[in-house]
């Protein structure tokens, strides 16, 4: 049973372009969150995503920062005209659409993201 | 509000130390989780343990101990005789209902 998969594992991009960042939850599993590392700190949540609904999005940037989880395929965190303080590893993780869901979350390897 | 104290910036000891390192937490929820996880220079996050708010038992695995004290809200890691491969970051982290909430971490550094 594969674990958690985020692609890519890193990303450069220049200030003002677009980043995309995937996440494939374990099998069977239909929750995700995602969190944010900026250096030498940790984790941050962001958000909380069920298949096609946003849970809870209280750790979300207001502006350039957007995430979905479509029906079919992965959860994608989008960050339009990105800016230097936007490098960071952004970890997702995932649990199954039973329980007390932070009793099952499984992390991913994280997707770091530079911006030149 | 969640939320997790690691007073401890950054510690350094001498291999084959023991090193206790210090988690306060704080919240509301009468269930909640409890974690520990490590991140080495790689970056990625090695889950280490899981609590319950019902369990107080301590844990002992390897060199590995965790002491959970719920009238103090502590959820402390003690290594003993540290070796060199145990340097990393370490972060307790709380669970409630939907998120966690992540201490700043610990960095860890052993001296050979």
């Known amino acids: 049973n594969a674990g958690v998969m985020q692609n890519p594992r890193h990303l450069v991009r220049r200030r003002g372009q677009e980043a995309r960042l995937r996440c494939s939850p374990m099998?069977?599993?239909?929750?995700v969150y995602w969190y944010r590392q900026l250096p030498e700190e940790g984790l941050k949540f962001m958000v909380y995503?069920?298949?096609?609904?946003?849970?809870?999005e209280s750790g979300m940037p207001k502006e350039r920062f957007s995430a979905e989880f479509p029906k079919e395929g992965p959860s994608i965190l989008r960050i339009q005209q990105v800016v230097r303080g936007d490098s960071a590893a952004y970890f997702c993780?995932?649990?199954?659409?039973?329980?007390?869901?932070?009793?099952?979350?499984?992390f991913g390897p994280g997707t770091r993201l530079t911006v030149l | 509000a969640q939320k997790v104290t690691q007073a401890q910036t950054e510690i350094s000891v001498v291999e084959k130390e023991d090193v206790t390192l210090d988690c306060v937490y704080e919240?509301?929820?009468?269930?909640?989780?409890l974690f520990w996880y490590k991140q080495p220079p790689s970056g990625e996050l090695v889950f280490l343990i899981r609590?319950?708010?019902?369990?107080?038992q301590n844990e002992i695995s390897g060199r590995y101990s965790w002491n959970f004290q719920k009238s103090t809200s502590s959820f402390n890691f003690t290594i003993t005789a540290s070796q060199v491969v145990d340097s990393a970051v370490y972060f307790c982290?709380?669970?409630?209902?939907?998120?966690?909430?992540f201490g700043t971490g610990t960095k860890l550094q052993v001296i050979p």
């Open positions: 993780a995932s649990s199954p659409p039973w329980g007390v869901s932070t009793d099952t979350q499984y």
């Open positions: 099998k069977g599993h239909s929750h």
């Open positions: 995503l069920q298949k096609e609904n946003i849970i809870d």
């Open positions: 919240t509301r929820d009468t269930t909640y989780y």
């Open positions: 609590r319950n708010s019902f369990d107080e």
């Open positions: 982290a709380l669970g409630g209902y939907q998120k966690v909430t």
